[in-house]
């Protein structure tokens, strides 16, 4: 059964900083590309960041790069992104996708509220 569990959501402050982790389960952790996706009240789900499966190349939306980081590590089974000077318009339900060619898995989200 594959399941993707995310964590490290919450309230903060502008300028301030969050890390997110999600931990997968019931298949080939190594074997996919994993990406962070967000969604914020009353619009659509839109890309944030995107690691290849060996964790060797990574891609940002820019509304987030210099500021967020994706990173993995394939012996826990687990993705993170370290999220440093955020923005209220950073606040959004954050989501981790994990993807290859034969399928596509969603986890359920947490919350990041950056509010003062």
């Known amino acids: 059964q594959v399941q993707l569990v995310e964590s490290g959501g919450g309230l903060v402050q502008p300028g301030g900083s969050l890390s997110l982790s999600c931990a997968a389960s019931g298949f080939t952790f190594s074997a996919y590309a994993m990406n962070w996706y967000r969604q914020a009240p009353g619009k659509e789900r839109e890309f944030v960041a995107r690691i290849s499966s060996g964790g060797g190349s990574t891609s940002y939306a820019d509304s987030v790069k210099g500021r967020f980081t994706i990173s993995r590590d394939n012996a826990k089974n687990t993705v993170y992104l370290q999220m440093n000077s955020l923005k209220p318009e950073d606040t959004a339900v954050y989501y981790c996708?994990?993807?290859?060619?034969?399928?596509?898995?969603w986890g359920q989200g947490t919350q990041v509220t950056v509010s003062s």
């Open positions: 996708k994990a993807e290859n060619v034969f399928r596509v898995a």
